[in-house]
């Protein structure tokens, strides 16, 4: 089955421990992102990679790295979290630049930082 | 930089009846795509339906159309017959065909159909 498999869906924290979210998907997407969605913001990019080694950043990026050392896999580290990160994180992937393009999403993480 | 604006944070709508979402966008951009994806409570995103910016022809999925108006920028969502199941928040997105893949979306629209 044609997924993205994004783990844990939930995690607590304390503010300094850092932590990684896993993104992986089966379909030799391109393109992989992670959003986080804020109550009244909607989602904002955070990274973007449009192959492997390639990242760029995206709207929200301080406080978090990504990184794409394989095609299939892009994990979101945040290296000290902080309270302002909590947040609903997603990850997307898809093939980029095609005339049927989409957005193929895992289903969500929810994070608290305290 | 490109934005995306949903003026309407909540819309209610009556089982069975019709119901439009608004959108509307700014970019500098003639080529791209714009989105309407929908978040229902177990949270999954779901695309609803996709509209690329150099076809004037709207799209259309089942009960789901849109209203493109490129001049304007403007992209409304029209559900028609509404179901319980269409109960969800709902993002409109975009997306250039530049070489950077960002994609941009709204703040939402939470949908409430009333039985």
């Known amino acids: 089955e044609a997924q993205v498999t994004q783990n844990p869906r939930y995690l607590i924290t304390v503010t300094g421990k850092k932590l990684t979210v896993t993104c992986s998907q089966n379909m030799n997407h391109e393109y992989m992102s992670w959003y986080r969605q804020d109550p009244g913001l909607g989602l904002r990019q955070i990274y973007y990679s449009m192959n492997v080694e390639v990242t760029d950043k995206g709207d929200v990026p301080e406080g978090y790295k990504v990184s794409r050392k394989e095609k299939r896999n892009f994990p979101l580290i945040l290296e000290s979290p902080s309270p302002n990160q909590t947040s609903l994180y997603f990850c997307?992937?898809?093939?980029?630049?095609?005339?049927?393009?989409?957005?193929?999403f895992g289903s969500g993480t929810q994070l608290s930082v305290l | 930089a490109q934005t995306v604006t949903q003026s309407q944070p909540e819309m209610s709508v009556q089982e069975a009846e019709t119901v439009t979402l608004s959108c509307t966008y700014d970019t500098s951009e003639s080529d791209y795509y714009l989105f309407w994806y929908k978040q229902p409570p177990s949270r999954q995103m779901i695309l609803v339906i996709r509209q690329e910016a150099y076809k004037q022809q709207n799209a259309t999925e089942n009960r789901f159309s849109v209203n493109f108006q490129k001049a304007a920028k403007s992209f409304s969502l029209k559900i028609s017959d509404s179901q319980l199941g269409d109960a969800a928040m709902y993002f409109c997105a975009y997306r250039d065909t530049s070489g950077t893949y960002k994609y941009i979306f709204g703040t939402g629209t939470r949908l409430k159909v009333l039985a």
């Open positions: 997307a992937s898809s093939w980029g630049g095609r005339s049927n393009e989409k957005l193929f």
